[in-house]
């Protein structure tokens, strides 16, 4: 629990290079790269800086920042905090910086303010101050994400996540209510900072909410797309003048005395005048009119506000300028000028001299260069993918793309393509700075633009708060990048900023415009944008200002991907083709290639210039260096995650330097992570302090001698004290050292400039922790029961700085960067003495800040804060040598306090952590500490609180020397000195030292050391002056003739200066009941007894004596504990059988039906388990005649020389027999001999070191003679043996000889070895290899095993009707659930969250669960039917499978059923009978098996999507799945091959094990080592080696068939936060593979527009009424239910812009998407409704003439309509692509299409013609054949539409007044509604009617009406109507043969009713049924057949 010590003022910072600590070996070696023993300076004074801003990429979050990113120049002073403010930043001089940049201890702004620190962030009353010290934005606060490091700005929100909270208040708001211009906090803070208008100062908004200039208005030209700001400027009529904005007055007014204009215009100075006299005034051109003279200018010139004089127009500050590059102003004129390496053309337009643009382009899969000039095309590489962004580094010779998926891809010259920054998200832009060839990219998951290193090494957030970036671009040489940002409610700007953050602005907004391609041209310091919905090009420059449209650039309803600027050309692309066109000329294109483009980018040297600076130079920065605009440098250095940045600009590892035993070392940790002893004595140190700055080290020996070491190699001298010191701390700034001696109540100090020792102070009692704070000059200590107290540095009286007493016996640090101090209340322990560590313990103390632990050996350690990670290493680091195989392990840290004896060590940062030996437990730090192999544990603080210091006395004195000073009488608790010089305390009585000068306080004090122990109190005694031993009960310590009361032994804090009185205090825990191994490992409770021995001297299992078991357990004979209930149930439940002995139950007569008789021992057994290979009858006839004789090896398998047994094939020859008669070990090649081994002749190998020493070793002597007695001259990196073939070398163990025979290669067991070198993770080591194992694992002695740790695993199977839980070490069993016996639980899962069973109860088809702890049950979910159940414990969901009908279910774990179903479908559709199912949520993926007609496995996401075929090979029927988390393998057992198989996560390395005893498996588990499954054949539950197969054993046999089984334990289901958490989803939230939350409806409801929240779907129908120029959506859940309400319900009107008058249109539900036509289109358009806000719509497909009806085919995604002269139905396939003329004959008259895909079936309305007066209605199938009429008696239908389920056709009659309907096939013909006057259009579905009606007088009414009722109901209805059509989320549901993958066509699929017809396009011709081919080019006079296959003369064809 942090506790805030002050304020926070400014702390000093060191110059550049004082992180060095050289402990440095003189040379490195190329291949070393690891020992760099500088330390880091994290951030200022040690403070870790984990990059410029950090963030969601990388370290911490970022701010945002303001003014010019262009050229640097800074806001205005005046207006500079409040600009600030508004965009989340702080001020800066007169710009901004991000918030974080704040006190952070380097200066950043030029004149310092950002560090004038005095009060907290500098008094920013808008920023809020960590408790680590850090400054964030005050509206991050309670924002539900965590922005301050240790998580403080999350604690204590009153407002949950979805509010905000007014700060000072306890009132929170919803987020939404910010900026909404409406104040919600009372004191207005949600509105402070919000944009007050939608467009920034000097635009103006248009009706369309579009943001043009203020000066566009009137200009003529359509500037924002619907003409609102032309509409306002009609044209004056004849004899009137404009003047003002758009006003016109009357001629006669002007020059009438009165201004009548508000601009004076009409009152000019020209007023009657003549032009005859002095030209009327002008200065140029005169005309007279009847009110005076107009004068006017000529070119070049413009007419003054005098209305005379003529001025230069400076056309070179225009809103944009006539000269694409160099501009000069002349009088009426300008000239142009290029920069080098251009030439100007046309005299404004400048173009590369060399004329080689090239445009590298990813045309599908590949990338290639197009020659703008030659129109080359040059295939480059293939990506694998389609890339959506693509960049280049011109220098580097590198390519970057995004593939479709949105991850990184990175090409570099020789080494090929990789991925880059997995972990970065969803990314949607990418930018390359060429000056430092770092790659910048925006994410939209999560939103940040974050900057990377091209080759990998890191990368982190330069902006992640308050931003949705994307179409980012980087200006390198301005410093600054911009991107489109596209925010709350719309609002969508162009934005800018530094590259480092700072200086964020918005430039213009944008909003409605859909903004695409924004572009950069350097050269001239302006950005292009695509306007889609304008389209046109538009312009600005850098600094926002300058901007200018290029109109109708783009065809109309093209869809653009992209845009490009260079040479004074636009390139940009459709996706079909690459365009370009000359900025003079913007409607003039160029088509440069005819493609499928996705990506494209300008390739020219000028394009990316050499850097012009000296910032970011080589060698300034180590990792990241970012371009800054507004850092006094320039740039700023930043570090990727897990390293820190020094003041050098260099990025270091946290390094950490112990001492153990006699030796010290220091490790790297991070990746790669490495350690190395750098300095070992003769005597023991403890590491005490590192001065970094002046590489020494200190420590004491075990007789409390302070020691110094300096440099490398060290050497150590003893520092004069006085009295034996037992912690000591530095000072780094001046090198002083502050020492405590062991009487724990002393505080010394050896200053740098007399090295005199000086008792500063002497405490009241024992202090327990002593810190310094070397930055505010001061000491703190923690006594037991006092406050904690301060002393300056400089002496004088102590001063309580916290008024609480500290209890004592916690562990402590101080956190100077925070000003806090850190403990754990969590880790009291339950006595005294019970907290003492395993043996020697390596204590460490990371630098961060500084040096500050706490005091002596104890280790001090605090819990971290929420949502920081620690890390701890449970054994010192070292490698493991592959000759002992002793093993290091790695886990996760505990609550146990632990307190250093004799050796201790330190480390180099200020957080502590603890490194010891394998087997014990540690707490660390919430610094996250990256280790070999790092296991992390995120723990919360119990409480937090902040205390402010009090200004420190005034008074001080110098430290006191030691010698008495002579004067004044003593105190009560002094003596006086024999020769009354100076007075002693009482405590220093004795105590071994002379503090007096005549020596009388040493005197008598034998006397003393036989006092007894009640009379010595707290002090600690030094006997060397005494004769005899310490009293009975004092303690004597170890080393030195000291001695200490007995209270102070093992009370956790070591008074003996060798730490001894604290060694040998351990008391048993849970985690640590057993030490052995000579206390060097720690057996957690659960190990003890279980029978494996997990000791190496094995006494965890010695002494074991039976268990006593509960009242309601049965004890087995062997000890074993099984409920009572199962004693004489028929089963044997102990291991020894005990619980079935003497039951009084009497023999049957007859077996029942399933049972078998034994044939001597008469019982009865099922009948399963005959010749299961177990003797279940007493006479062991169930095995007896068993067909094992007759089986026949099959693939895979090896076949033993007898018995006709067989083996997997991989079991033979690898070293163990596994054949009962041992043949499959026989003939088997010896393994080769290791490198350091000699090959004997008869297969066994020899050490190389008794090759030729004259004794015959190998047993054919092969080792001796031949040229043994050739010296060795051999340079061989390792060593050099004789051997009779001559000098060989040989290797060490761990490496083998390379191919030159000389030198020695590392073996990488973790890669050659795979799994076989460790069970979990492995870290390689030169010749050695290290293993480690994953939070809630410990290693075992062998140094490869992983074995859970904590409660002991149980495994829960599902029996018949009840729920076994079984130990799976101590085999105790137990009933923990029973059903009704007629019931069966099938599938089980577990939740440890709520300690919840849930299964499948086939027989009530549910899905219920009962609570571990209490009993109760319940039911979640009901009518289900399902194999296999599980439960997502991270999202809290529960998934399922139904075979049945393909699909995977899921519903909330929290779920009560009320009746109504509240689950969701996951997954639908061609799930081909998914079988076993299991999780991984922790990625957010789900694995499945398949087993219908092609069995397979299959991964998806969780939320249903991205799904892909994991495994198809090589499968059976998989039914049984289970996942190794550690492993990251799944497993699986096969029924129908009888294997058992396993793969990696991503489908590789599979290995399948064919084994017999697989018989029937149903499910399955795996746990450590071993799998489980259930086998419903022999009725049992099995385990085999999970690695081998091998070791099979039957864990559980009963009467019952198993079938549902599980492997409980905390381990196996890791936690981790919940993405759903955040995501507010009305109902369900299943997670993602992006790691976040996607809201799902159940059953009955849809997603709203919100995507978060569920509405009935039964209040989803709407209707939709089309207008010629507007389309209303109306819910029918919203019509009036009264008639003649007033006007249109509640509607929603949907955004069509410039459509002149539509005729036609139809609507995909599921997809949101409204296709129309209008007249005289020539297309049929496409608007995506999801698309918020987006006005702008695409050409869904190209038609000719116009389109009267159409109708889509919902399921294929075919388009149908009627169009062109004659009439003719055409189709479309989607997207446009492929287009056929389906019908044309016989369709005059035509209207009205409509379809019903589920029947495959199409109907429309044809005029009957000369057969008669009227309309026919006739039908066809969907491909065009079987079409007939259905109704001939119609008038003039109208609004044809399908109901029902399909098979009956309605539409309304206007000329009869009816609504009518009849079947498909003609018959039962109904009149639904008569006698409806001017009836017009009409529509029908989800049981409602709607129609309209037109009167006489022209008014429109809708009427609606339920179709089984007869009540009517209307609303009038003022425009005009074309169309209406009713939808509903049911109304597009079912399939038909095109839905599903095109049926399997190459162009159009046609349903129809049998199936499908495949069909091409004209000018193809299909090929075997479903391919398309090109027709054959057939040359005059030949002309093509009809099936386009060949050619004919015009004879040959048939007359």
Not at 951 to 972: F, K
Not at 1453 to 1473: F, H, K, N, R, S
Not at 1925 to 1951: D, H, M, V, W
């Amino acid at each position: 629990m942090p506790r805030r010590l002050g304020g926070g003022g400014s702390l000093p910072s060191l110059s550049g290079d004082e992180e060095q600590f050289s402990f440095q070996p003189q040379t490195r070696s190329r291949d070393d790269p690891g020992w760099d023993w500088s330390l880091p300076v994290l951030g200022y004074a040690g403070t870790p800086r984990q990059g410029a801003a950090g963030g969601l990429c990388r370290g911490m979050p970022a701010a945002a920042a303001l003014p010019d990113p262009g050229s640097g120049s800074l806001l205005p002073a005046a207006t500079a905090s409040l600009t600030c403010a508004a965009s989340r930043q702080a001020a800066c001089v007169s710009g901004c910086i991000p918030v974080p940049w704040l006190c952070d201890g380097e200066q950043q702004c030029p004149d310092g303010t950002d560090e004038q620190c005095d009060v907290a962030c500098g008094g920013d009353p808008h920023v809020w101050q960590c408790d680590d010290g850090r400054c964030i934005s005050s509206s991050w606060r309670c924002d539900g994400a965590a922005d301050c490091l240790d998580g403080s700005d999350e604690q204590d929100c009153v407002c949950g996540s979805k509010k905000v909270q007014c700060p000072g208040t306890h009132h929170c708001i919803p987020h939404w209510e910010l900026c909404d211009r409406h104040q919600d906090c009372e004191d207005g803070w949600d509105e402070e900072g919000c944009p007050q208008q939608p467009c920034l100062p000097g635009q103006w908004q248009c009706r369309n909410r579009v943001c043009i200039m203020a000066e566009w208005k009137c200009n003529g030209i359509d500037d924002c797309g619907d003409s609102s700001d032309e509409d306002v400027c009609a044209p004056c009529t004849p004899g009137m003048v404009r003047c003002d904005e758009g006003k016109c007055i009357l001629e006669s007014l002007m020059c009438d005395d009165k201004d009548d204009c508000l601009d004076g215009t009409d009152e000019p100075s020209t007023c009657g005048r003549s032009c005859f006299v002095r030209n009327g005034g002008c200065a140029e051109t005169c005309t007279d009119t009847h009110w005076g003279v107009q004068c006017s200018c000529g070119a070049g010139w413009v007419l003054q506000a005098d209305g005379q004089s003529c001025a230069d127009v400076d056309e070179c500050s225009l809103e944009y300028g006539p000269c694409s590059q160099l501009c000069t102003n002349t009088p009426g004129s300008f000239s142009c000028a290029c920069l080098q390496g251009y030439t100007l053309r046309h005299g404004t337009v400048c173009e590369v001299t060399d004329n080689s643009t090239q445009i590298l382009v990813a045309v599908g899969q590949d990338l290639a260069l197009l020659d703008v000039r030659t129109q080359a095309y040059r295939p480059l590489l293939s990506t694998e993918t389609e890339p959506r962004a693509l960049v280049y580094d011109l220098l580097r010779e590198t390519y970057y793309w995004l593939t479709e998926d949105g991850e990184l891809r990175v090409h570099h010259p020789g080494k090929g393509t990789q991925p880059l920054y997995a972990d970065a998200g969803e990314v949607n832009s990418i930018s390359v700075d060429w000056f430092t060839g770092q790659l910048y990219w925006a994410s939209s998951h999560p939103p940040a633009i974050c900057a990377g290193l091209g080759d990998g090494r890191g990368y982190m957030t330069v902006l992640g708060k308050d931003i949705a970036p994307e179409q980012l671009t980087v200006h390198p040489a301005a410093r600054s990048l911009y991107w489109v940002n596209r925010g709350q409610r719309g609002r969508t700007v162009i934005a800018a900023a530094g590259m480092d953050g700072s200086n964020r602005q918005e430039l213009t907004v944008v909003s409605m415009e859909e903004p695409v391609g924004l572009s950069l041209d350097h050269v001239a310091g302006r950005l292009y944008w695509i306007s889609e919905y304008k389209e046109s090009i538009e312009t600005l420059r850098v600094d926002g200002s300058g901007r200018h449209s290029f109109h109708a650039v783009l065809r109309s309803h093209t869809e653009p991907l992209g845009l490009a600027v260079f040479e004074s050309r636009f390139f940009w692309t459709d996706g079909t083709e690459l365009v370009s066109a000359a900025w003079a000329s913007p409607q003039e294109h160029a088509v440069l290639l005819r493609a499928s483009i996705s990506a494209f980018t300008v390739l020219h040297a000028l394009q990316q210039p050499p850097r012009d600076t000296a910032a970011c130079a080589l060698g300034l920065c180590s990792h990241l260096c970012l371009l800054s605009p507004v850092h006094p440098r320039g740039y700023k250095c930043a570090c990727p995650e897990g390293l820190f940045l020094l003041p050098s600009g260099k990025c270091a590892e946290l390094s950490i330097v112990y001492a153990s035993g006699k030796s010290i070392s220091l490790v790297h940790v991070g990746p790669g992570a490495h350690t190395k002893q750098v300095q070992e004595w003769q005597e023991a140190l403890h590491l005490q302090d590192v001065d970094w700055q002046r590489s020494v080290l200190y420590g004491t020996d075990d007789h409390g001698t302070l020691l110094r070491v300096v440099g490398y190699p060290g050497w150590r001298e003893a520092i004069v004290t006085g009295l034996p010191v037992c912690s000591a701390r530095v000072d780094i700034r001046s090198g002083d050292l502050y020492w405590l001696a062991c009487n724990r109540r002393d505080i010394g100090v050896i200053r740098t400039s007399d090295k005199a020792p000086r008792v500063l102070h002497r405490a009241r009692s024992s202090i327990q922790h002593l810190f310094l704070d070397w930055q505010r000059g001061a000491l703190y200590w923690l006594a037991r029961g006092q406050p904690l107290q301060a002393l300056s540095l400089a002496g004088g009286a102590p001063w309580d700085v916290w008024n609480e007493t500290w209890p004592g016996d916690l562990p402590a640090a101080m956190d100077s960067r925070a000003f806090s101090v850190l403990w754990s209340s969590a880790l009291v322990p339950p006595s005294k003495g019970s907290a003492v560590p395993l043996l020697p313990p390596v204590t460490t103390t990371m630098r961060t800040t500084t040096s500050t632990t706490a005091a002596r050996p104890t280790t001090s350690t605090t819990t971290p804060p929420p949502s920081q990670t620690t890390t701890a290493l449970s054994t010192a680091p070292a490698p493991t040598s592959k000759a002992t195989t002793s093993q290091t392990t790695i886990r996760q840290s505990t609550s146990k306090k632990t307190t250093p004896p004799p050796t201790t060590a330190r480390t180099i940062l200020t957080k502590t952590t603890t490194v010891q030996p394998a087997a014990s437990t540690t707490r660390s730090f919430k610094t996250k500490i990256t280790a070999p192999q790092p296991t992390t544990n995120t723990q919360r603080s119990n409480s937090s609180a902040r205390v402010v210091t009090p200004t420190p006395p005034l008074q001080s004195s110098t430290a006191h020397p030691l010698t008495p000073v002579v004067h004044l009488s003593c105190s009560r608790t002094h003596v006086p000195c024999r020769d009354g010089t100076g007075c002693v305390a009482q405590e220093y009585l004795c105590d071994g030292e002379k503090d007096c000068a005549d020596g009388s306080d040493e005197e008598g004090c034998a006397q003393l050391c036989n006092t007894p122990e009640e009379g010595l109190g707290t002090l600690a005694a030094f006997s060397s002056q005494c004769k005899v031993p310490c009293l009975p009960r004092a303690f004597h310590c170890a080393s030195g003739a000291v001695c200490i009361g007995a209270g102070e032994h093992c009370d956790g804090v070591p008074q003996c200066p060798d730490g001894s009185d604290e060694m040998g205090c351990w008391t048993p825990t849970q985690e640590c009941a057993l030490r052995c191994d000579a206390a060097t490992r720690c057996i957690p409770r659960s190990w003890l007894c279980d029978g494996h021995a997990d000791c190496l001297d094995h006494t965890d299992e010695q002494g074991c004596v039976l268990k006593e078991c509960g009242p309601a357990e049965f004890s087995c004979r062997s000890g074993q504990c099984v409920a009572l209930a199962l004693h004489c149930d028929g089963d044997h439940d102990c291991q020894d059988g005990s619980d079935e002995e003497g039951c009084a139950v009497p023999r049957p007569l007859l077996c029942r039906e399933g049972e078998v008789t034994c044939s001597h021992s008469g019982e009865c057994v099922p009948e399963a388990w005959r010749c299961d290979g177990a003797a279940d009858c007493k006479d062991g006839s169930d095995e007896q005649g068993c067909p094992w004789e007759e089986e026949l090896c099959e693939d895979q398998q090896w076949g033993c020389s007898r018995g006709h047994e067989c083996i997997p094939d991989v079991w033979r020859c690898d070293g163990e027999t596994d054949c009962t008669d041992g043949s499959d070990e026989a003939g088997c090649h010896p393994a080769p001999c290791q490198s350091n081994e000699y090959p004997c002749g008869l297969g066994s190998c020899l050490n190389a070191s008794l090759v030729c020493n004259g004794r015959q070793d190998c047993a054919d002597g092969s080792d001796e003679g031949g040229n043994c007695s050739v010296p060795c001259q051999r340079s061989c990196t390792h060593l050099c043996y004789p051997s009779p073939q001559g000098p060989r070398c040989w290797c060490g163990p761990g490496f083998r000889l390379a191919v030159d025979g000389l030198s020695c290669m590392d073996i990488d067991e973790c890669m050659e070895w795979a799994k076989g070198a460790c069970s979990q993770t492995c870290l390689n080591a030169p010749g050695s290899y290290s293993c480690g194992c994953l939070p809630g694992y410990l290693l075992e002695p062998d140094g490869h095993t992983c074995k859970l740790t904590g409660p002991e695993p149980k495994l829960l199977v599902a029996v018949q009707s009840e729920v076994l839980s079984y130990g799976l070490r101590s085999g105790h069993e137990e009933v923990v659930l029973a059903t009704d016996k007629d019931r069966v639980v099938f599938s089980l899962d577990y939740d440890l969250v709520e300690r919840k069973v849930f299964w499948m109860d086939l027989a009530t088809e549910s899905i219920r669960w009962q609570d571990l702890n209490s009993g109760k049950k319940g039911t979640l979910v009901k009518g289900v039917r399902s194999d296999c159940i599980a439960v997502d414990w991270l999202g809290r969901n529960l998934y399922w499978t139904d075979g049945v009908a393909g699909q995977v279910l899921a519903t909330r774990l929290g779920a009560a059923w009320q009746g109504i179903p509240e689950y969701t479908v996951v997954m639908d559709g061609d799930l081909d009978q998914p079988h076993s199912l299991v999780l991984q949520p922790l990625a957010g993926l789900m694995y499945w098996s398949e087993v219908g007609s092609h069995s397979r496995l299959m991964e998806a996401s969780m939320d249903g999507s991205w799904r892909h075929v994991l495994l198809a090979q090589g499968l059976g029927w998989p039914t049984a799945l289970a996942l190794d988390l550690p492993t990251q393998r799944i497993f699986w057992l096969d029924e129908k091959l009888g294997s058992v198989g396993s793969a990696r996560l991503d489908g590789s390395s599979v290995k399948v094990l064919k084994l017999h005893w697989v018989w029937s498996p149903f499910a399955a588990a795996v746990c450590e080592g071993q799998l489980y499954w259930s086998e419903r054949k022999t009725w049992s539950v099995q385990q085999v080696d999970k690695a081998s197969g091998k070791n099979r054993t039957v864990v559980l046999k009963r009467h019952g068939q198993p079938h549902g089984l599980q492997v409980m334990h905390p381990a196996l289901r890791p936690t981790a936060p919940n993405p759903c958490e955040t995501r507010g989803c009305s109902h369900l939230c299943l997670l993602s593979a992006r790691h976040t939350g996607q809201c799902r409806c159940p059953a009955g409801l849809m997603l709203a527009a919100n995507e978060t929240t569920c509405l009935p779907i039964r209040d989803s129908a709407f209707a939709l009424l089309v207008s010629p120029a507007a389309v209303a959506q109306v819910y029918l859940k919203d019509l009036p239910t009264s008639a003649g309400s007033q006007g249109l319900p509640p509607h929603r009107a949907l955004p069509l812009a410039k459509v002149s008058r539509l005729t036609a249109v139809d609507y995909a539900v599921k997809d949101k998407s409204l296709y129309f036509a209008e007249v005289g289109g020539n297309s049929i358009g496409l608007l995506r409704l999801k698309d918020w806000g987006r006005l702008s719509w695409k050409k869904a497909v190209a038609v000719e003439g116009t389109v009267t009806s159409l109708a889509l085919d919902w399921l294929s995604g075919n388009l149908y309509w009627i169009g062109g002269q004659p009439p003719t139905i055409h189709v479309a396939a989607p997207r446009g692509r492929w287009v056929l003329a389906l019908l044309s004959e016989g369709l005059q008259g035509a209207a009205w299409l409509a379809l019903c895909p589920r029947a495959s079936t199409m109907c429309f309305v044809t005029a009957a013609g000369s057969r008669g007066h009227g309309a026919m209605v006739e039908c066809a199938a969907m491909d065009g054949t079987g079409r007939r009429v259905v109704w001939r008696r119609a008038r003039a239908p109208t609004g044809l539409t399908f109901g029902g389920a399909g098979t009956r056709l309605y539409w309304a009659d206007h000329e009869r007044g009816t609504i009518s309907s009849v079947e498909l096939d003609g018959s039962r013909f109904q009149l639904v509604r008569e006698g409806l006057h001017g009836l017009s259009l009409f529509a029908i579905g989800e049981g409602f009617l709607l129609w309209s009606t037109t009167s006489t007088n022209g008014s429109s009414k809708i009427w609606h009406s339920r179709l089984e009722q007869a009540e009517n109901w209307w609303f009038p209805m003022e425009q005009e109507l074309v169309a209406m059509r009713i939808y509903s989320q049911f109304s597009q549901e079912g399939t038909n043969g095109c839905a599903k993958s095109n049926g399997g066509c190459a162009q159009l699929c046609l349903p129809n009713p049998a199936g499908r017809q495949c069909r091409c396009s004209p000018g193809y011709h299909l090929v075997h049924g479903a391919a398309c081919a090109l027709a054959p080019p057939c040359p005059a006079p030949l002309q093509a057949c009809r099936d386009l296959q060949s050619c004919i003369s015009r004879e040959q064809v048939p007359q």
